[in-house]
């Protein structure tokens, strides 16, 4: 976790909660490995799913806002 948490740029504290709920949810699941947790997708249909996620991250470019409430930045949409 600390790992994920130095490249995300986010508090353990966050990624630890985020994690969480994700494995509440059960769309990731983990096994311990030593004194580290390995953390997997216990389902193989979520890999499609994140490999169209990023499609659309690619197309949409800078147009997609990051959550307000994570993000560290906000990004205006042209005005139509």
């Known amino acids: 976790m600390v790992d994920l948490a130095a490249d995300l740029q986010l508090a353990p504290s966050t990624v630890s909660s985020h ?3 994700l494995r509440e ?3 990731i699941d983990f096994r311990a ?3 580290a947790s390995v953390y ?3 389902h193989p249909e979520l890999i499609g799913l994140l ?3 990023e ?3 690619a197309a949409t470019g800078s147009a997609v806002v990051l959550c ?3 993000g560290t ?3 205006a949409m042209d005005a139509r």
Request: positive net charge.
């Open 68 to 70: 307000p409430q994570f």
């Open 55 to 57: 499609a659309v991250l």
């Open 33 to 35: 490995q030593g004194r």
């Open 19 to 21: 994690l969480a709920c």
């Open 73 to 75: 930045q906000s990004v």
């Open 40 to 42: 997997y997708l216990p």
């Open 51 to 53: 490999v169209a996620a």
């Open 25 to 27: 949810c059960g769309l």
